[in-house]
């Protein structure tokens, strides 16, 4: 008996240890990060029309910590943002103010900012110049918005940690996504295309989830924010967005949105040339021939124009802005999450380890796996870029896939004084691409495109992320993945069981990262994959290279460029301010001007509206707070069941003088299946900005009205 005890202690050691590694100390939290929801030009579409005038649901900053109980420094920080792409200058800035709270204890390492890729959002808090050109310069509202409800969100996940167990699995997604680029797509590699027949083909039709058991969950799914058209101005959160708070309402529906417990996560993947407009591109053009028929397959032209091309989600018929296809995009996201959560997934097991560096992707040279020496170049955009997409078509005469370098004569000779002229140097690097604009040589007033990028993986237990500073094409992010797993493999530090997952665009917005093969075709994504053909190859390169050091004992340091100069501090503003707001002559701040129907009763399905004498919403972004109210009369108190937060509600704000200072808000709530009969009223929140004095707050009230069952 005597001789079994070492070896039963050696049971028990291998069996702490195994408890040890499947334990996480794991926070979820969420926070309010939306910006001016008027005034302001939206992120993702680059269209000057796209202002926002008013709000459809707030856009939030999701976050999860996981760690290791007994080792502090060993954990990570993941946030999923509703907001078009991550960023280096709020990045900077979000790490700064974690670094006053908590020290070391979250860093550039381990902290990742990654993003929804949602079109609708608040633009102008992107750090380099380009992005910043249709919201007239940087908008620090919306910047200092980001920032304060990121590190609000990581307030509230480190307030939570809790020592938990987690568990991993995928599964497949059937009408969330098409690829919009299919022509490109087909020049990869008809072997390598074999490989993914079923898989989903030219598309991945695979959700990631990493669950958090009964706290909630973090998923991967490549779907483009693109679902709200073009033409919508109201500030909202599309697929993904609307996706978490379906979820998040499912498991705790008496919760104001953003104060639940349960924290849902719809990340984005290789998204690069996905689209939500599952019914394919067709041509709008009434009067001609081709009205209503599929749009040319390789240039998305119709009449040899991108202009009357576009996307149509599944909802197409039912409104004319995408809020039906929205929900619908969203709903198959949610389903397939339920169906995991609901299933036994595989335990998640082992150490936390991050690592991270910065990349110089001008002229960085390096081996391809055959010893060739290639080299990236400094940033450009092409002629293609200016096409646009299917999911938000371009300007002018230029159309995607055409390499020719006289696409548009007249910008031939423009394009010279809005960019330098691309050296013949550059013009090589780049090719086949003709450069349009030659992004990487423009430093005035900063510079117009980043050169250097984050480059970061995550690793949780089996689980890898790969936190990627642009998007990636479907075929780009499956040979980075790949090409990472058989590192994890072939190094050791994981073994078959390992699950690697691509998350952006994160950290720094280096547009896209197309194949050499897509790069050639030159559609939308090839012309905007800044640093030239072997951009994808740079990555692949790089992030493998980064393998070693997540593993349990790593040694040695990884090599690092320098980190991007800080250019926030002189970014330039065009944007005016609020000069003041006043009420017409014989009425106050929240005077009715439209009343509720008080004299029937309203059913589900039917809209209520008031419209009151409002003051500009950016004289108080109301973070964590709203714009609006819907309240219900219960035991004689008015509680509140709907905020500016929900779907079925609408702010929208109108100017009537700008001269005067006046305007109007209308307030809309087109009430739910399912809703309680009863007595109701719409509530408006607002703040006014004299000419002289202080910003005052103010509240208004429409009638009583009554909802039937």
Not at 42 to 50: C, I
Not at 94 to 118: D, E, R, V
Not at 478 to 494: C, D, F, N, Y
Request: charged letters at 10%.
């Amino acid at each position: 008996m005597t001789r079994l005890l070492p070896s039963f202690a050696v049971l028990c050691t291998s069996v702490l240890s195994a408890m040890a590694q499947s334990q996480y100390l794991l926070g979820l939290g969420i926070a309010d990060i939306t910006g001016p929801v008027v005034e302001t030009n939206m992120m993702g579409y680059a269209s000057l029309g796209q202002t926002d005038t008013g709000l459809h649901m707030r856009q939030r900053a999701r976050a999860w910590i996981i760690g290791e109980p007994d080792v502090e420094a060993n954990r990570i920080v993941f946030i999923n943002a509703d907001i078009a792409m991550g960023d280096t200058g709020v990045r900077r800035e979000i790490l700064a103010q974690l670094a006053a709270k908590y020290g070391t204890l979250y860093t550039a390492q381990n902290f990742a900012l990654s993003s929804t890729h949602q079109h609708s959002g608040v633009g102008g808090y992107l750090e380099n110049l380009l992005p910043q050109i249709t919201s007239l310069g940087f908008v620090n509202e919306t910047f200092g918005a980001i920032a304060q409800g990121v590190v609000l969100a990581v307030d509230r996940a480190h307030e939570s940690l809790a020592v938990g167990t987690l568990t991993i699995g995928n599964t497949s997604v059937t009408g969330g996504n098409i690829n919009r680029s299919p022509t490109a797509y087909l020049f990869n590699p008809q072997a390598e295309q074999d490989m993914y027949v079923d898989q989903g083909g030219d598309q991945d039709k695979f959700m990631d989830l990493l669950s958090f058991g009964s706290r909630g969950f973090l998923s991967w799914f490549p779907v483009h924010g693109t679902s709200l058209y073009e033409n919508n101005t109201l500030v909202s959160s599309d697929n993904k967005g609307m996706a978490a708070y379906l979820y998040e309402s499912s498991v705790e529906p008496n919760a104001m949105p953003g104060n639940q417990t349960f924290v849902a996560g719809f990340a984005q993947a290789n998204v690069g040339d996905t689209s939500p407009n599952t019914l394919g591109a067709f041509c709008e053009s009434p009067g001609e021939p081709y009205d209503g028929m599929p749009c040319q397959a390789n240039s998305s032209t119709c009449g040899g124009t991108v202009a009357d091309c576009h996307g149509r989600g599944p909802g197409f018929t039912l409104d004319s802005l995408g809020f039906h296809s929205n929900e619908m995009i969203a709903q198959i996201q949610v389903d397939a999450a339920k169906k995991l959560m609901s299933s036994t997934l595989s335990p998640v097991t082992g150490s936390v380890r991050s690592v991270h560096v910065y990349l110089n992707m001008a002229n960085h040279t390096f081996a391809l796996p055959n010893g060739t020496q290639v080299q990236t170049c400094p940033a450009a955009m092409g002629f293609s870029f200016a096409g646009g997409t299917t999911d938000g078509p371009g300007a002018f005469d230029f159309v995607q896939g055409d390499n020719s370098t006289s696409q548009n004569p007249l910008w031939e000779i423009v394009k010279s004084f809005i960019t330098p002229i691309p050296s013949a140097a550059q013009v090589a690097c780049q090719a086949p691409k003709p450069i349009l604009l030659n992004t990487g040589y423009a430093t005035e007033p900063y510079p117009w495109s980043p050169n250097t990028v984050d480059i970061q993986l995550l690793k949780v237990g089996n689980l890898v992320m790969l936190i990627i500073p642009g998007e990636l094409t479907t075929m780009a992010g499956r040979r980075l993945k790949a090409a990472v797993r058989a590192q994890l493999l072939a190094t050791g530090v994981l073994d078959n069981s390992a699950h690697v997952v691509v998350s952006g665009p994160a950290n720094t917005y280096g547009h896209y990262i197309a194949t050499p093969e897509e790069y050639a075709v030159q559609r939308y994504e090839g012309a905007s994959t800044l640093y030239g053909p072997h951009t994808l190859d740079a990555y692949i390169e790089k992030y493998s290279s980064l393998v070693p050091f997540l593993a349990d004992t790593p040694t040695g340091t990884p090599v690092s460029d320098a980190a991007p100069p800080e250019l926030t501090s002189s970014a330039l503003s065009l944007q005016s301010p609020v000069v003041f707001d006043a009420p017409p002559i014989f009425q106050s701040f929240g005077h009715i001007v439209t009343d509720v129907v008080t004299s029937t009763p309203f059913q589900a399905g039917q809209t209520v509206f008031a419209v009151f004498v409002g003051a500009n919403p950016r004289n108080n972004l109301r973070l964590e707070g709203t714009f609006l109210n819907v309240e219900q009369l219960v035991s004689g108190s008015w509680k509140a069941v709907r905020s500016d937060s929900h779907p079925s509600t609408l702010y929208q704000w109108a100017v009537q003088s700008t001269i005067l200072g006046t305007s109007n808000v209308n307030i809309s709530w087109t009430i739910e299946s399912g809703t309680p009969a009863g007595t109701y009223r719409l509530r408006y929140f607002g703040d006014s900005k004299p000419l002289i004095g202080s910003i005052s707050a103010f509240t208004a009230t429409s009638s009583n009205f009554t909802v039937t069952a």
